[in-house]
């Protein structure tokens, strides 16, 4: 059966090699998805087992392969040894495809984690108010919105489009061709020293996102360090996860903002082994922000290099909007520090800082730098002035507005009985936990109170964990807060759904309004119960 497989027939090569010259099993060995997904990138002798199983197994009876992407698929037998279909006529048919596509969209629809994206009508002059265009409808609804990553409303700042209108009359609107085929500029340049200059490194370089930055950043530098180990916080956002599946490299997932267990894990390798640690430090669906120094500590007692996404948090932490590792005095400790243009900094594109000559070798091999035409002046021109205004007073006045915007809806969502999840970021979810009743929830927001909340599902979130993720930014006034609470009250009710203030799940007290408001972790009424502080965590 294993000759069938596309990666397990070479990878049998090199097993019996490895055999003949006493050497060890290759790392070729883990890149079949089936046993690397079911043991978890565990340890060679285990694939190795798996390998032989499946290489030994013929009969039809459940084997150790069950589940592997190219073993599960067999050919039905009704339709011929190639698996063809035939018509009536006994003539081979093609592939229904759109039938295909069509089974998997209806498969979404089912377990209500089909995605419709909302037609917002986004208004400069007016931020947060827009208006919703709906399908049918002939005229457009005014609507709050409240879950835009535009945080500090960098995208409709006048300074920020009078840069952007000035480029255009300048460069034009494109960039003209990929960085290597004229698509540098001296705004390339200037933007990418800003950066680095930001987070306090030799050197920055821009993609076109931070998904693709951190996908191709990982893939790039495991592939090419001998050996290397990657070391993933198991909430991790999708970008970073494909980056690491895809290099083929040994993995091990850490538990979600857990620097103990990811000691546990290091000190089974070599300190000399190349060993990359990624990790988050806002999360951007729990809220949560990650234990820094304590990880950094790690990483440096065994030699490995930190990889951190300061995504959602550039511009709205630390005296210069340069992240969590800025506000916590940590940029220097941190090796790899990737970012969005696209959250607080108001228009769209991704960067990662370090030393230069990681940069430089980044810049010289990452295909998802190299292959794809560059960011456009327009974009360039809008993120320096952006990333100027948060850096200055002014900036530092918006953080402090959003902050005491976070606080303030908080505690009224926590005074309603809104089931406002615990975390100390300026993101809110209120977690909900069934994905139709989330998607009805939503819905009703906008057509009954012309508020928009984005619902939240599975695969964004775990199938349990649907929420309504909430954002506000400088912007929303208390009187906006207000019906918005006044809003999630009322449909609370309607659905049927307990009002109630957070309790202690071991002891079932209220919880002390003054310690769930902090980033404390004393938060029972009575006892200190640690159940309660571990289940908040693990959320």
Not at 411 to 420: D, R, S, T
């Amino acid at each position: 059966m294993a000759s069938q497989c596309p990666v397990m027939r070479h990878a049998m090569k090199y097993t019996k090699l490895a055999t003949a010259t006493g050497t060890d099993m290759p790392t070729m060995m883990k890149k079949c998805p089936f046993p690397h997904h079911k043991m978890g990138g565990s340890t060679v002798a285990g694939i190795s087992s798996l390998v032989g199983s499946h290489a030994a197994s013929s009969s039809p009876t459940k084997s150790p392969a069950d589940g592997c992407p190219v073993d599960s698929k067999k050919p039905d037998s009704s339709k011929g040894d190639k698996g063809s279909s035939k018509d009536g006529e006994g003539r081979e048919t093609p592939f229904p495809y759109e039938q295909f596509w069509s089974d998997r969209i209806e498969a979404k629809k089912k377990d209500h984690t089909y995605r419709v994206f909302r037609n917002v009508e986004r208004n400069a002059q007016t931020f947060p108010l827009a208006k919703v265009v709906k399908e049918g409808a002939r005229a457009k609804q005014d609507i709050q919105v409240w879950c835009s990553n535009d945080y500090m409303g960098m995208s409709w700042h006048p300074k920020v489009q009078n840069a952007v209108k000035e480029t255009v009359d300048k460069h034009g609107v494109g960039a003209g061709g990929t960085r290597n085929i004229s698509g540098t500029s001296p705004l390339h340049n200037l933007l990418e020293a800003d950066l680095a200059k930001l987070h306090q490194k030799e050197a920055a370089l821009l993609f076109t996102s931070c998904y693709v930055a951190n996908d191709t950043s990982l893939y790039t530098m495991a592939r090419m360090l001998p050996g290397c180990h990657i070391y993933s916080d198991a909430g991790n956002h999708a970008s970073m996860i494909q980056g690491i599946r895809t290099s083929g490299v040994p993995k091990h997932v850490f538990r979600h903002n857990d620097p103990q267990h990811l000691r546990t894990l290091l000190q089974q390798q070599p300190k000399s082994t190349p060993k990359i640690v990624a990790f988050e430090t806002v999360y951007s669906m729990s809220g949560n922000i990650g234990p820094l120094s304590e990880l950094l500590d790690v990483c440096e007692e065994f030699g490995a290099l930190s990889f951190i996404d300061e995504v959602h948090a550039v511009g709205l932490y630390g005296d210069h909007g340069a992240g969590i590792g800025e506000q916590e005095g940590e940029l220097r400790r941190m090796d790899i520090i990737t970012g969005t243009l696209g959250k607080a900094f108001g228009n769209i594109g991704g960067y990662i800082a370090s030393s230069s000559k990681l940069i430089d070798m980044l810049r010289s091999y990452c295909s998802g730098f190299i292959f794809t035409t560059s960011l456009p002046p327009t974009v360039l021109a809008g993120a320096r002035k952006a990333i100027e205004i948060l850096s200055s007073e002014e900036g530092v006045m918006l953080r402090k507005r959003h902050q005491m915007n976070v606080s303030t809806l908080r505690e009224m969502l926590y005074e309603a009985g809104i089931p406002v999840m615990r975390c100390p970021s300026h993101i809110l979810p209120i977690k909900v936990g069934d994905p139709e009743l989330v998607f009805r929830l939503s819905q009703q927001l906008l057509d009954e109170f012309g508020v928009y909340v984005q619902p939240i599902n599975y695969p964004t979130v775990q199938r349990g964990m649907e929420m309504l993720r909430v954002a506000p930014t400088p912007h929303h006034t208390v009187h906006m807060m207000e019906y918005f609470v006044n809003s999630l009250v009322a449909l609370w009710k309607k659905n049927g759904l307990e009002l109630k203030q957070p309790h202690c799940t071991t002891c079932n007290k209220t919880l002390q309004r003054q310690h769930w408001m902090s980033n404390s972790n004393d938060l029972c009424a009575g006892a200190d119960c640690d159940k309660y502080i571990q289940a908040v965590a693990a959320c």
